[in-house]
C-alpha cells in the first residue's frame, strides 16, 4: 500500500474514542450492577438515594474519585509509580480494539484477533507488578508477587482453551468463531460451522468450565481474589492509590471483567447471533441496521448475564489460600485444558461427528465435581465433633461425659 | 478449714515465707464453706509439699496455699505433676498490692485440675521493695502474658521468663500504674 | 537484635530464613480491632510471629479500685464489648457469693436467657467475621440480621443495645416486659433459621473446608498448657465447660450438650460454635419453662459492701472461661478486682499456631481464636 490511507485511520480513531465513551458506560454500569446485585444477595437495599434506584450513585462515585486528592507515597518511584495504572488500562483497553460486538461493529479487525487478545491481555500483569513494587508497601509488594504468580499461571488454560476453539472453526478470527468458517485445502472446501445453528457451549462444556474458572482468575475476582485480598494484603498492589489513579485501576478491573464475560459469549454462546434469525422472530423483513442493533443488544444482554454471573461468585464464596490456588490452576485447570485440547483435536482430525466431543467431556466434567464433593465431604466430617453432656450423679455429677447418641 | 494464722506464723523463718498475714479470719470475714473436695484437697495438698513449709488455709470456698515466693516455681512444678492434685490448668495470675499496709505484694495463682476437678489458689509474697520471684513459664506456658503484665504494671520481675517486654503499657512507660501508690489523676502525654 | 526481638528467632529450627517483615495491624482489616502482630515471612511462610497488644488498654482493673460495684458493672460491660450480659453476670455474682446472697429464682432464669441470648448473638457474629476473614461477605450481613433481632430485644428489656447496665448485685435492674417469653419464643424460631442457613451457606463448603480444615491445629494437652478455653479448648478434644464442671445460676437444672471436637482445627473451632448456638436455644427453652413469676431483686443496700475475703467465680463466656478474682476489704468499692479474659488467654498461643501457615491462614487463625480486644487489653 503506496498511498497512506487516511479513512482507515480516521475510523480507528473514531471508533477508539467511541469505544473509550462506550466502556466508560459500561464501566459506570457495571459498578451500579455489581453493588446492586450483591446487595440483593445480601438483602441489603444497595445504592439507593442518588438518582431513582440509586443510578447516579455511579457518577457521584467518579466524581468524588477525581475530585480527591492523589496522594504518592513518599519513598515511591514516581513515574513507574504514575505509570503501573496506565498500562493496566492500556492493555485492558487495547484488548477491546478487536472485539466485534456484531458483524463488522468492530474497530480494528482481525484474523489473528485472538492471538492478539490472548498477547495484549497478559502485558496487564506487568502493570500490577510495577504497581506493587513501586508502592514501597510490603502488603503491595505482596499483592504485585501473588497477581504475577498468579495471572502468569492462569493464563495457560485460557490459551489453551483458546486453541481448543480455534482447532474447533479453525480459524483465530472472532467474527469466524461466531458466523463459522469456511477453508480450502486444495479442491476441497471445508465448512467449519458456527455457533448459529449450536453453540460452541453444548460441544465443549469442559472448554466453557475451564475457561470461566481461569477468567475469574485472571480477573482476579472471588474466589480467586488473592492478589487485593481485602483481609490479607489489603488492597494488594492498588493499596497506595488514590483519587484518579486508583479509578484508573478501576475502570481496567471491569473492562476486563467485561471483556471476559464477552469472551465466553463469543467463543460459546454464539456471540451476536440469535437463536433463530429476528425476522421469524419478528414476523417482518429487517433493514441490515436494524438486525445489527438487535445483534449488538443480545451480545451485551448475554454478556451482562456472566458479569452477573461472576458477581453472584462473589457473593457466595470465601476466597482461596495462594497455595491452593496455584494447586488449582497447574493440577486441575491445565491438565483439562489439555484434555479438552487433545480431545478436540482428535475429533476435528477424524472427522467425528461435533456431539462425540460432548459425550467425552460432559463424564469428566462429572468426574472432577464427584472427586471435589468427595474429598471435601471426607475432610469435613461433622460427626467427629461429638456431643457431651453432663454425668449423672453416680458418674460423679458435674463432669462432662460422651453422649452416647453423638450429634 | 481454717489453719490458726499464730500458729502458722511462728513456723516460718522470716524473709521469705508464706504469709497470711491480714487475712486473718475476723468477725467482719466472710465465712468459710468449703465443700468436701476441697477439705479432702486442704488435707492432701500438706503430703502433696512436704519439702516446703506451706500454709494451707480457706477463703469462702477456695483452698489457699501460701507458699515461699522463692520456691514458687518448684511447688507450682509439684502441683502440676503429681498425680494427686494434677494442677494443669492455670487460670489466672495475678499481683495484689499490699505495699501500703504491709509492704509486700501477693502474687496469686488460681489452679485447677479437670481429672480430680480441684480447684485452690496458691499464694508467694514478694516484698514491695525487691519484687522478685521465679517464673512459672516453665510450668504452664500459659503464665507468659499474665507475668508480663505483671510485670507492666506492677513492676513484679518475674525471674526466668523468657520475654519479659512490655505488653500493654507503651514502650518506655515510667512506674507501675498498677500499685496503689501510683497517682490516679496525674495523666501524662505521650 | 531488634526491639521486638524477632532477629533472634529468625532461623528457627530449619524453617527459613525472614526474607521479610511484616507488621499486621494495629490498623488492619482483620485484626478484629487494634491488635498488632509483626510476622517473619519466608515468602509466603509466616516464620515468626509478634503480638502487640495494649492499644486499647484502659486501665480497668485500676478504675474498678475507685469505683463502687454498680458503677463496675457499667465497666464491665465494657469489657468485652459482644456479650455485655455474660461479663455483668461475672461480676455480680462475685460479689453475691462473697456476700452469701440468694438471687431469686426469677432473676436467675432471666439472666440465664439473657446469657444464653447474648451468647447466640456473640456466636453469630464470629460466623459472619469468620468468613469476612475468609473473603465471604454474604454470611456476616445474615448473621448481622439476626443478631440486630437480639439486639432489639436486648433493648426492649434493658433500654440498650449493647451496654446494658442490667444486673444488679441479688438480681437485676427491673422485671422483664410483659410479652417477653412471647418474643423470645418467636426469636428462637428465628434464629434456628439463622444458624441453620449459615450452616449450610458455609460449614460444607469446599472452599470454607479448604481453607480451614487443619489449619492452626492445636493440641489437647498444648491448649491446656496454654490456658485456652471456651470452644477454642474444646474444640481440641478437652471436654471443660465452667457451665457443668461448676454450674453457676441455675445451669444445673437444664439438660443440654456440650460440642467437643477432636481436631482442634480452625473448622472444629467454627463448627463448635454453630452447634453451641443451637445448644443455647435448648437452654433459653428450658429456661422460659421454668421460669415462674416472682421478686427479681433480693433485699441487698443500694451500695453493696461484701465482706473482707476474696472469691475467685468465674463463667462460661462465647470466648470461654471468663473469671472474675475479687478481693474486698469490706469496703464499697473493691481493693482488687482482676478479670480473667478468656481472649487474653486464647491470644497467648498464636504464635505456636501460626508458624508454619500462610500469611492468608494467619487472620483465619487469628478469627477462629474470636478475640475482642475490649478484654484482651482492658
Known amino acids: ?407 | 478449714m481454717t489453719t490458726g494464722s499464730d500458729e502458722g506464723s511462728t513456723k516460718r523463718p522470716p524473709p521469705i515465707t508464706a504469709s497470711r498475714g491480714r487475712h486473718a479470719p475476723d468477725a467482719d470475714q466472710a465465712p468459710s464453706r468449703l465443700t468436701p473436695k476441697g477439705e479432702a484437697l486442704s488435707v492432701l495438698l500438706p503430703d502433696v509439699l512436704t519439702k516446703y513449709e506451706v500454709e494451707i488455709g480457706a477463703d469462702i470456698d477456695e483452698v489457699v496455699c501460701h507458699a515461699p515466693a522463692s520456691h514458687i516455681d518448684a511447688i507450682a512444678g509439684i502441683l502440676k505433676s503429681d498425680e494427686r492434685t494434677s494442677f494443669k490448668y492455670l487460670r489466672l495470675l495475678c499481683v495484689v498490692d499490699y505495699e501500703e499496709q504491709e509492704a509486700a505484694f501477693d502474687v496469686v495463682y488460681h489452679l485447677y485440675s479437670l481429672e480430680h476437678q480441684h480447684k485452690m489458689v496458691l499464694k508467694g509474697r514478694v516484698p514491695a521493695s525487691d519484687p522478685k520471684l521465679p517464673t512459672v513459664t516453665t510450668v504452664w506456658r500459659g503464665a507468659d502474658w499474665y507475668e508480663r503484665e505483671m510485670h507492666d504494671l506492677f513492676g513484679v520481675e518475674f525471674l526466668g521468663h523468657p520475654d519479659l517486654r512490655t505488653l500493654i503499657l507503651p514502650d518506655g512507660f515510667e512506674g507501675y500504674p498498677g500499685r496503689k501508690s501510683y497517682p490516679l489523676h496525674d495523666y501524662d502525654e505521650f | 537484635m531488634t526491639e521486638s526481638g524477632i532477629t533472634t528467632n529468625v532461623i528457627d529450627k530449619g524453617r527459613g530464613m525472614a526474607d521479610m517483615l511484616i507488621n499486621m495491624g494495629p490498623q488492619h482489616p482483620a485484626t478484629h480491632g487494634v491488635f498488632r502482630m509483626e510476622l517473619a515471612l519466608d515468602s509466603e511462610m509466616i516464620v515468626d510471629v509478634t503480638p502487640h497488644i495494649g492499644y486499647l488498654h484502659r486501665g480497668s482493673e485500676k478504675l474498678f479500685e475507685n469505683e463502687i460495684y454498680s458503677q463496675i458493672i457499667t465497666l464491665f460491660d465494657r469489657l468485652d464489648y459482644i456479650s455485655n450480659f455474660n461479663n455483668e453476670l461475672g461480676l455480680v455474682m462475685a460479689v453475691e457469693k462473697l456476700m452469701d446472697l440468694e438471687v431469686p429464682d426469677r432473676a436467675e432464669y432471666i439472666r440465664v436467657i439473657l446469657c444464653e441470648l447474648n451468647r447466640i448473638a456473640s456466636h453469630l457474629v464470629f460466623i459472619g467475621t469468620f468468613a469476612l476473614d475468609m473473603g465471604a461477605l454474604t454470611p456476616s450481613l445474615y448473621n448481622f440480621r439476626d443478631r440486630e433481632k437480639i439486639l432489639a430485644l436486648f433493648e426492649a428489656t434493658s433500654g440498650a443495645r449493647m451496654m446494658h447496665n442490667f444486673f444488679r448485685v441479688g438480681g437485676i435492674k427491673q422485671d422483664v416486659i410483659a410479652d417477653f417469653p412471647a418474643r423470645v419464643t418467636t426469636l428462637l424460631g428465628e434464629l434456628e433459621a439463622g444458624i441453620d442457613e449459615a450452616d449450610k451457606m458455609l460449614s460444607l463448603g469446599e472452599v470454607f473446608v479448604e481453607r480451614t480444615r487443619g489449619i492452626g491445629v492445636i493440641d489437647g494437652d498444648v491448649a491446656l498448657d496454654w490456658g485456652l478455653s471456651g470452644a477454642t479448648l474444646r474444640a481440641s478434644g478437652v471436654p471443660y465447660d465452667v457451665r457443668i464442671e461448676e454450674p453457676y445460676s441455675v445451669y444445673d437444672r437444664f439438660d443440654f450438650g456440650v460440642p467437643v471436637g477432636s481436631a482442634g482445627d480452625c473448622w472444629d473451632r467454627y463448627y463448635l460454635r454453630v452447634l453451641e448456638a443451637r445448644e443455647s436455644i435448648k437452654i433459653i427453652r428450658q429456661a422460659l419453662q421454668q421460669m415462674e413469676p416472682g421478686p427479681v431483686q433480693a433485699k441487698v443496700r443500694a451500695i453493696a459492701r461484701p465482706p473482707k475475703g476474696e472469691v475467685y467465680v468465674h463463667a462460661e463466656n462465647p470466648r470461654g472461661d471468663f473469671g472474675v478474682y475479687l478481693v474486698s476489704e469490706g469496703a464499697e468499692s473493691p481493693y482488687r478486682l482482676k478479670v480473667r479474659p478468656p481472649s487474653f488467654c486464647n491470644l497467648m498461643a498464636l504464635r505456636d499456631l501460626l508458624i508454619g501457615h500462610y500469611i492468608a491462614d494467619s487472620v483465619v487463625i487469628l478469627g477462629s481464636l474470636d478475640i475482642v480486644l475490649g478484654e484482651v487489653d482492658r
Do not use: C
Open chain 1, 1 to 407: 500500500m503506496n498511498e497512506f490511507n487516511w479513512t482507515y485511520i480516521a475510523v480507528v480513531v473514531v471508533g477508539i474514542f467511541g469505544l473509550f465513551a462506550f466502556l466508560s458506560t459500561v464501566v459506570i454500569s457495571l459498578t451500579w450492577y455489581e453493588r446492586k446485585t450483591l446487595a440483593r444477595i445480601q438483602m441489603r437495599a444497595g445504592p439507593s438515594r442518588v438518582g431513582p434506584h440509586g443510578l447516579l450513585q455511579p457518577m457521584a462515585d467518579v466524581f468524588k474519585l477525581i475530585t480527591k486528592e492523589d496522594i504518592r507515597p513518599t519513598n515511591s518511584s514516581g513515574m513507574l509509580f504514575w505509570s503501573a495504572p496506565i498500562i493496566v488500562f492500556v492493555s485492558a483497553f487495547l484488548v477491546w480494539l478487536t472485539v466485534p460486538f456484531a458483524d463488522g461493529a468492530v474497530v480494528a479487525p482481525q484474523e489473528l484477533g485472538l492471538l492478539y487478545i490472548v498477547a495484549i491481555s497478559t502485558v496487564g500483569i506487568v502493570g500490577l507488578l510495577i504497581a506493587g513494587y513501586t508502592s514501597s508497601s510490603k502488603y503491595s509488594v505482596l499483592g504485585g508477587i501473588r497477581a504475577a504468580a498468579q495471572l502468569v499461571s492462569y493464563e495457560i488454560p485460557i490459551i489453551v482453551v483458546v486453541l481448543a476453539i480455534a482447532v474447533l472453526v479453525q480459524s483465530l478470527d472472532l467474527r469466524d468463531v461466531v458466523l463459522g468458517n469456511e477453508v480450502t485445502i486444495g479442491e476441497r472446501v471445508i465448512s467449519f460451522g458456527g455457533q448459529g445453528a449450536i453453540p460452541f457451549a453444548f460441544i465443549m462444556p469442559l472448554g466453557l468450565i475451564v475457561f470461566i474458572l481461569a477468567g475469574l482468575a485472571e480477573l482476579g475476582r472471588t474466589p480467586f481474589d488473592i492478589h487485593h485480598a481485602e483481609s490479607e494484603v489489603v488492597g494488594g498492589p492498588f493499596l497506595e492509590y488514590s483519587g484518579a489513579h486508583w479509578a484508573v485501576f478501576f475502570l481496567a478491573e471491569y473492562i476486563n471483567t467485561f471483556v471476559i464475560a464477552a469472551l465466553t459469549i463469543l467463543l460459546f454462546f454464539g456471540g451476536w447471533s440469535w437463536p433463530s434469525p429476528p425476522e421469524s422472530i419478528f414476523g417482518t423483513a429487517l433493514e441490515e441496521w436494524q438486525t445489527d442493533a438487535l445483534g449488538v443488544g443480545w451480545f451485551l444482554f448475554k454478556t451482562y448475564m456472566v458479569v452477573g454471573l461472576f458477581f453472584w461468585f462473589r457473593g457466595t464464596y470465601p476466597r482461596l489460600r495462594i497455595d491452593q490456588l496455584m494447586a488449582f490452576g497447574w493440577k486441575s485447570l491445565i491438565p483439562l485444558s489439555f484434555v479438552n485440547f487433545i480431545l478436540m483435536s482428535i475429533v476435528i482430525f477424524y472427522d467425528w461427528p461435533l456431539w462425540t466431543m460432548t459425550t467425552f467431556s460432559v463424564p469428566i466434567l462429572i468426574g472432577g465435581l464427584y472427586f471435589g464433593a468427595r474429598r471435601t465431604a471426607r475432610k469435613a466430617d461433622p460427626s467427629t465433633v461429638q456431643m457431651y453432656r453432663r454425668a449423672s450423679r453416680d458418674d460423679g455429677g458435674n463432669k462432662l461425659v460422651p453422649d452416647g447418641t453423638g450429634d
